[in-house]
C-alpha cells in the first residue's frame, strides 16, 4: 500500500496535522523528499520517479518544493522532522544553507540522502548521483568515433559550450572530456562558457566562433537547451541537420528530440531514472542501518559504484549514450517514460 503526497507552501500545516495518520497507513514510515523547483523538466520527472519508485517499495512519500529558496528548504525540513519520518531525500537549493538543516535531522535520528546535487561537506546516510565525470568521458569516446567517421581519423576542431564556469556540474563534464581527448593531438578543440546555463549565450557563442573558425567540425553542448540554441544558429546560417556534427548532455526531452530531427548526434543523459532506482534499492538498508558494500552495482542496468567517502555511502551512477537508433527504445529520462518494473533492494 503506498499513499504519495505533494505538498505546496499551503498544504504544508494540513500535512502536518495529517501526518499521524499518514504513518499509520504506511508499512515502512513516510519518506519526504525535499526538491529544489519545479521549473524544469528534470525536477518534475525526478518528484514522480521519487514518488513512483520508493513509494512503491511501501514508503508514504511526501514532496516538498523549496521553490529555488534556501531558507524555505530549511524550514521545510523543519516541518518535515514533525511528522516523524524514517528518511529525507534532498535536492539540496544550496549545498552549504543546508547543512544545519541535515545536522538536526541527523540528531533527530532520521536518516538524510542526498540526490543529484552532492553535498559533501556534512555526514550524510546516503547519496546517489550522476557521474557527471563520466558523462563527459562518456561524450569524448562519442566525439572519437563520430570524428574517425568524418575525417577519416579523430581530428578536426570540437567547440565546446559548457553551462555556467560556477556550476561543478558542467566542470566535472568538462573536465571528464577534456582528459579522455588529451591524448588526440590532431583535436582542436575550443571552449566557450554558456554564463547562467543560458541558451542564448550558447546562441551568440555558436555565432561568432562560426565566424572565426570555420573550419569547424563538432559542437559539445553540455545540455540539450544549450544545444537547441546553436540548432537555430546552424539552420539560420542555411545549414542542414547534421551538416555539423552536435553532441550534447544531460538527456532533456529537448535533446532528444534533436536526435529526431536530426540536429544531434548523441546525446549522454543525466541518469534521473537510474539515480532514484539507487535509492530505492538502497533504502530499506540506509533506513534499517544493515551493512552495505562497497563495489559496483547494477542499476538499471548501467554499471554504477558505490564507495564509502568522507560524507558517507556514495553510489555513482554513468550516463548512457542517446543515438538515432537506440532514442525510441533505450530507457532515457527525456522519453518521460518511467520504468515500471517494480525495484529490487539490496538485501
Same mark, same amino acid.
Given at each position: 500500500?503506498?499513499?504519495?503526497?505533494?505538498?505546496?507552501?499551503?498544504?504544508v500545516l494540513l500535512a502536518v496535522a495529517m501526518a499521524p495518520a499518514m504513518v499509520?497507513?504506511?508499512?515502512?514510515?513516510?519518506?519526504? $523528499?525535499?526538491?529544489?523547483?519545479?521549473?524544469?523538466?528534470?525536477?518534475?520527472?525526478?518528484? +514522480?520517479?521519487?514518488?513512483?519508485?520508493?513509494?512503491?517499495?511501501? $514508503?508514504? &512519500?511526501?514532496?516538498?518544493?523549496?521553490?529555488?529558496?534556501?531558507?524555505?528548504?530549511?524550514?521545510?525540513?523543519?516541518?518535515?522532522?514533525?511528522?516523524?519520518?524514517?528518511?529525507?531525500?534532498?535536492?539540496?537549493?544550496?549545498?552549504?544553507? &543546508?547543512?544545519?538543516?541535515i545536522e538536526k535531522a541527523r540528531e533527530a535520528g532520521v536518516k538524510v540522502i542526498?540526490?543529484?546535487?552532492?553535498?559533501?561537506?556534512?555526514?550524510?546516510?546516503?547519496?546517489?548521483?550522476?557521474? +557527471?565525470?563520466?558523462?563527459?568521458?562518456?561524450?569524448?569516446?562519442?566525439?572519437?568515433?563520430?570524428?574517425?567517421?568524418?575525417?577519416?581519423?579523430?581530428?578536426?576542431?570540437?567547440?565546446?559550450? +559548457?553551462?555556467?564556469?560556477?556550476?561543478?556540474?558542467?566542470?566535472?563534464?568538462?573536465?571528464?572530456?577534456?582528459?579522455?581527448?588529451?591524448?588526440?593531438?590532431?583535436?582542436?578543440?575550443?571552449?566557450?562558457?554558456?554564463?547562467?546555463?543560458?541558451?542564448?549565450?550558447?546562441?551568440?557563442?555558436?555565432?561568432?566562433?562560426?565566424?572565426?573558425?570555420?573550419?569547424?567540425?563538432? *559542437?559539445?553542448?553540455?545540455?540539450?537547451?544549450?544545444?537547441?540554441?546553436?540548432?537555430?544558429?546552424?539552420?539560420?546560417?542555411?545549414?542542414?541537420?547534421?551538416?555539423? *556534427?552536435?553532441?550534447?548532455?544531460?538527456?532533456?526531452?529537448?535533446?532528444?528530440?534533436?536526435?529526431?530531427?536530426?540536429?544531434?548526434?548523441?546525446?549522454?543523459?543525466?541518469?534521473? $531514472?537510474?539515480?532514484?532506482?539507487?535509492?530505492?534499492?538502497?533504502?530499506?538498508? &540506509?533506513?534499517?542501518?544493515?551493512?552495505?558494500?562497497?563495489?559496483? $552495482?547494477?542499476?538499471?542496468?548501467?554499471?554504477?559504484?558505490? +564507495?564509502?567517502?568522507?560524507?558517507?555511502?556514495?553510489?555513482?551512477?554513468?550516463?548512457?549514450?542517446?543515438?538515432?537508433?537506440? &532514442?525510441?527504445?533505450?530507457?532515457?529520462?527525456?522519453?518521460?517514460?518511467?520504468?515500471?518494473?517494480?525495484?529490487?533492494?539490496?538485501?
Amino acid at each position: 500500500m503506498k499513499l504519495i503526497k505533494n505538498l505546496g507552501c499551503a498544504a504544508v500545516l494540513l500535512a502536518v496535522a495529517m501526518a499521524p495518520a499518514m504513518v499509520s497507513a504506511q508499512d515502512k514510515g513516510t519518506v519526504v $523528499y525535499l526538491l529544489p523547483s519545479l521549473g524544469d523538466e528534470f525536477q518534475t520527472e525526478s518528484r +514522480t520517479a521519487i514518488e513512483n519508485m520508493i513509494g512503491g517499495l511501501g $514508503y508514504e &512519500v511526501i514532496s516538498m518544493d523549496a521553490q529555488n529558496r534556501s531558507d524555505h528548504q530549511l524550514n521545510q525540513i523543519d516541518t518535515a522532522l514533525l511528522m516523524n519520518p524514517v528518511a529525507l531525500v534532498i535536492a539540496a537549493v544550496d549545498f552549504d544553507s &543546508v547543512i544545519p538543516g541535515i545536522e538536526k535531522a541527523r540528531e533527530a535520528g532520521v536518516k538524510v540522502i542526498a540526490y543529484d546535487r552532492p553535498i559533501t561537506n556534512v555526514e550524510l546516510d546516503f547519496t546517489s548521483v550522476a557521474g +557527471t565525470y563520466e558523462i563527459g568521458e562518456v561524450a569524448a569516446h562519442e566525439v572519437q568515433t563520430l570524428l574517425k567517421a568524418l575525417n577519416g581519423s579523430v581530428s578536426g576542431t570540437v567547440l565546446q559550450i +559548457t553551462g555556467d564556469p560556477g556550476d561543478m556540474f558542467s566542470v566535472d563534464i568538462q573536465t571528464g572530456f577534456d582528459e579522455n581527448m588529451a591524448e588526440f593531438s590532431d583535436v582542436t578543440i575550443i571552449t566557450k562558457p554558456a554564463m547562467g546555463w543560458e541558451a542564448s549565450n550558447a546562441a551568440d557563442i555558436a555565432d561568432d566562433q562560426l565566424l572565426v573558425n570555420t573550419d569547424i567540425d563538432l *559542437i559539445f553542448t553540455h545540455a540539450g537547451h544549450l544545444a537547441g540554441a546553436v540548432s537555430s544558429v546552424l539552420e539560420a546560417k542555411g545549414q542542414a541537420p547534421g551538416e555539423t *556534427i552536435q553532441v550534447t548532455a544531460v538527456g532533456l526531452p529537448q535533446g532528444l528530440d534533436l536526435i529526431r530531427q536530426g540536429w544531434v548526434s548523441v546525446d549522454v543523459e543525466q541518469p534521473l $531514472y537510474a539515480q532514484v532506482a539507487g535509492i530505492a534499492m538502497f533504502l530499506d538498508l &540506509v533506513v534499517g542501518g544493515g551493512d552495505m558494500s562497497e563495489g559496483s $552495482y547494477d542499476v538499471l542496468g548501467l554499471k554504477s559504484t558505490l +564507495t564509502h567517502e568522507t560524507w558517507g555511502w556514495n553510489l555513482k551512477i554513468p550516463g548512457a549514450a542517446a543515438r538515432k537508433d537506440n &532514442v525510441e527504445t533505450g530507457p532515457f529520462w527525456g522519453n518521460l517514460n518511467a520504468p515500471t518494473d517494480p525495484i529490487i533492494p539490496v538485501q
